[in-house]
Every structure is written in structure tokens, then in C-alpha cells.
């Protein structure tokens, strides 16, 4: 089985920083595309930035600038960087994670549990 954990969500003040985490671990052969979502009450899940296995990266426009999306490959473990957060980007993040349990097994997706951002003064 595989398991996603995130952490790193919280209040924070307007102009604040938050740096989330999300750690994949269980049976896994090999990790490909990374993605953050988030989705604010009463919304539809949005994508927020995605990682490739070689680096590469794609952010939505509102997070362009302020946010930074990165990975660590050796520790199966995506991030998102969140600096000069609004309000509007208080929502339920969740991590997506597209791999291989083993080397024979087709890409399969998986989802993080979600950790809330409320930025408020």
C-alpha cells in the first residue's frame, strides 16, 4: 500500500510564508508526476503547481511569483513554498502523486489527506 502524509499547513498572517510537505511512502517502484490541489469552501478543486521526475515545473497563474513548488526524490517527498500569501489562498491543500508500485504495475494516482492554510489577520 502507499501512503500520503502532509504537513506544514497553519495560520498565517497576509504577506506570511508556509512551506508544506507531502512524504509518500510503501511500496513504491518508481514516483513520476507531483501535483498540490486545493480546494477553499464552497469551490472546485483547483490545481495549484505540478513537478515532473525530471524537475520540470507548471503553476497556475494566481500562484505564479510567490509560490515554488520542488522535490526530493530520495525521500519521495514533494513541496510547496508559499510565500506572500493572500487570503484568497486559504483553502484544504492535497498533494497528487502519480507511480509505480513495482516495476511490472501500471501508474496509478494517488491523494494526500489534505492540510488547511488559513491565512487571516
Known amino acids: 500500500q502507499v501512503q500520503l502524509v502532509e504537513s506544514g499547513g497553519g495560520l498565517v498572517q497576509p504577506g506570511g510564508s508556509l512551506r508544506l510537505s507531502c512524504a509518500a511512502s510503501?511500496?513504491?517502484?518508481?514516483?513520476?508526476?507531483m501535483r498540490w490541489y486545493r480546494q477553499a469552501p464552497g469551490k472546485q478543486r483547483e490545481l495549484v503547481a505540478s513537478i515532473t521526475s525530471s524537475g520540470g515545473t507548471n503553476y497556475a497563474d494566481f500562484v505564479k511569483g510567490r509560490f515554488t513548488i520542488s522535490r526530493d526524490n530520495a525521500k519521495n517527498t514533494v513541496y510547496l513554498q508559499m510565500n506572500s500569501l493572500k487570503p484568497e489562498d486559504t483553502a484544504v491543500y492535497h498533494c497528487?502523486?502519480?507511480?509505480?508500485?513495482?516495476?511490472?504495475?501500471?501508474?496509478?494516482?494517488?491523494w494526500g489527506q489534505g492540510t488547511q492554510v488559513t491565512v487571516s489577520s
Open positions: 510503501g511500496s513504491i517502484f518508481s514516483i513520476y508526476t
Open positions: 497528487n502523486v502519480y507511480l509505480r508500485q513495482f516495476i511490472d504495475s501500471g501508474l496509478q494516482g494517488y
